[in-house]
C-alpha cells in the first residue's frame, strides 16, 4: 500500500471516508450532552456511518475525564453522560478498507474549556506544520509547546499513526512531544495526528479491557462454534477492531469471546487511562501527506 496512497480511486475513498467520519464526529457531539444515555448515541452514529455508504473502522470510543481512549459501551449498558467532564468522541470510518480517524472533545455541561481548546490548537498547528520530509522532533515540539502554552501538558505515550488499507496502526507514529523520535514524515502517507492533553501526569496507564477485540490470527480449532465465530470476526471486520454489541446475533458471544481471548486468536484492548487520574482532551484529523500537499480527510 505505502507509496501508492494517491492512485486516484483509494484518494476517492478516502476522502469519502473522511467525509463521513467528519458527519459522524461531529454528530456525536452534538448528541453527547448530559443525562444522554451513552449507548443510544454510540449507536445512532454507527448507523450514520453505515446509512452514508461507510463502516465503522473501529467501534465509537467514548473517554470521559480520564479515559483516554479504548472505551465503548457493551450491550445493555445503561450508563448516562454526566452533568460535568471532559467527553473525547473518537470515530473511525472506513470505505472498503480506507480509513479515516477522527476525534472531537466537548467540556460537559460547560462552555470554553481551556483544556478542550489547547488539544485542539495543538492539532491545527500541526496541521499548518506538518509535510513530506519534516522532522518528527519539530513537528512534536509545535504540539508540545502549544499545550504546554495553555498551562497543560502533552499525553506523552499516546501518538498520532500512519494508516494503511484495514490497517489501523500502520507502525508509523507521529508524537506530541519533541524528544521521543528522530525521523521524519514520509512522503505519500496517510496519517492521522492526535495531540492529547491533560492536567495530570502527562501519560496513560493500562486499565480492563474496554469491550473492544480485533483478531489477531485465525486458528481452526475443534469447537465448530469457535471456528465458525472467528470466520464471522475474520470476514465482517478483518484485522481491525470490533464491538462486543456488533456480535449480538450470538447469545454465547461472551463466552466465545473469553475463550478466544484466552487462545490468543484475539486481543482484547484495555482502556486508557490518566495515570494520576486527570482529565484528558483529544482532537484528531486524518492527513493524505505528499509532495503535492497536504488534505485533511477528516476536517
Ligand atoms: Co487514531
Given at each position: 500500500m505505502?507509496?501508492?496512497?494517491?492512485?486516484?480511486?483509494?484518494?476517492e475513498?478516502?476522502l469519502?471516508?473522511?467525509?463521513?467520519?467528519?458527519?459522524?464526529?461531529d454528530?456525536?457531539i452534538?448528541l453527547?450532552?448530559?443525562g444522554?444515555?451513552v449507548?443510544?448515541?454510540?449507536?445512532?452514529v454507527e448507523?450514520l456511518?453505515?446509512?452514508?455508504g461507510g463502516?465503522?473502522?473501529?467501534?465509537?470510543?467514548?473517554?470521559i475525564?480520564?479515559v483516554a481512549?479504548?472505551?465503548?459501551?457493551?450491550?445493555?449498558d445503561?450508563?448516562?453522560f454526566?452533568?460535568r467532564?471532559i467527553?473525547k468522541f473518537?470515530v473511525?470510518?472506513h470505505?472498503d478498507?480506507?480509513i479515516?480517524d477522527?476525534a472531537?472533545?466537548?467540556d460537559l455541561?460547560?462552555s470554553?474549556?481551556l483544556l478542550?481548546?489547547?488539544s485542539?490548537?495543538a492539532?491545527e498547528?500541526?496541521?499548518?506544520?506538518v509535510k513530506?520530509?519534516?522532522?518528527?522532533?519539530?513537528?512534536?515540539?509545535?504540539?508540545?509547546?502549544?499545550?504546554?502554552s495553555s498551562?497543560?501538558?502533552?499525553?506523552?505515550?499516546?501518538?498520532g499513526?500512519?494508516?494503511?488499507?484495514?490497517?489501523l496502526?500502520a507502525?508509523f507514529?507521529?508524537?506530541?512531544?519533541?524528544?521521543i523520535?528522530?525521523g521524519?514524515?514520509?512522503?505519500?502517507i496517510?496519517?492521522?495526528?492526535?495531540p492529547?492533553a491533560?492536567s495530570?501526569k502527562g501519560?496513560?496507564v493500562?486499565?480492563?479491557i474496554?469491550n473492544?477485540?480485533?483478531l489477531?490470527?485465525?486458528?481452526?480449532?475443534?469447537?465448530a462454534?469457535?471456528?465458525?465465530?472467528?470466520?464471522?470476526?475474520?470476514?465482517?471486520?478483518?484485522?481491525?477492531p470490533f464491538?462486543?454489541?456488533?456480535?449480538g446475533?450470538?447469545?454465547?458471544?461472551?463466552?466465545l469471546?473469553?475463550?478466544?481471548?484466552?487462545?490468543?486468536i484475539?486481543?482484547?484492548?484495555?482502556?486508557?487511562?490518566?495515570?494520576s487520574g486527570?482529565p484528558?482532551?483529544?482532537?484528531?484529523?486524518?492527513?493524505?501527506?505528499?509532495r503535492?500537499g497536504?488534505v485533511?480527510t477528516?476536517?
Open positions: 505505502r507509496g501508492r496512497q494517491t492512485n486516484q480511486d483509494q484518494r475513498k478516502l469519502l471516508a473522511g467525509r463521513i467520519a467528519k458527519e459522524a464526529r454528530r456525536g452534538m453527547s450532552e448530559p444522554v444515555r449507548l443510544d448515541v454510540v449507536d445512532q448507523e456511518i453505515r446509512k452514508m463502516q465503522p473502522a473501529f467501534p465509537v470510543n467514548i473517554g475525564d480520564a481512549a479504548h472505551y465503548t459501551p457493551a450491550t445493555g445503561s450508563q448516562r454526566p452533568p467532564g467527553l473518537d473511525g470510518v470505505v478498507g480506507y479515516a477522527t472531537a472533545s466537548k455541561g460547560g470554553n474549556n478542550v481548546s489547547c485542539q490548537s492539532l498547528q500541526a496541521i499548518e506544520t513530506a520530509g519534516i522532522s518528527l522532533r519539530y513537528l512534536g515540539g509545535v504540539i508540545e509547546r502549544t499545550i504546554q498551562g497543560y501538558r502533552p499525553v506523552t505515550n499516546l501518538m499513526h500512519s494508516i494503511e488499507r484495514y490497517n496502526h507502525g507514529s507521529v508524537p506530541n512531544v519533541s524528544d523520535s528522530d521524519t514524515v514520509p512522503d505519500d496517510v496519517i492521522a495526528i492526535e492529547f491533560t495530570g501519560f496513560v493500562s486499565g480492563r474496554g473492544i477485540f480485533s489477531v490470527r485465525r486458528k481452526k480449532l475443534d469447537d462454534s469457535l471456528n465458525q465465530f472467528q470466520e464471522v470476526i475474520d470476514e465482517r471486520y478483518s484485522t481491525l464491538a462486543e454489541r456488533w456480535l446475533e450470538f447469545g454465547n458471544r461472551t463466552h469471546l473469553r475463550k478466544l481471548l484466552r487462545l490468543g484475539l486481543h482484547g484492548y484495555q482502556t486508557l487511562i490518566e495515570a486527570a484528558v482532551s483529544q482532537w484528531e484529523h486524518t492527513l493524505i501527506v505528499s503535492e497536504v485533511a477528516s476536517k
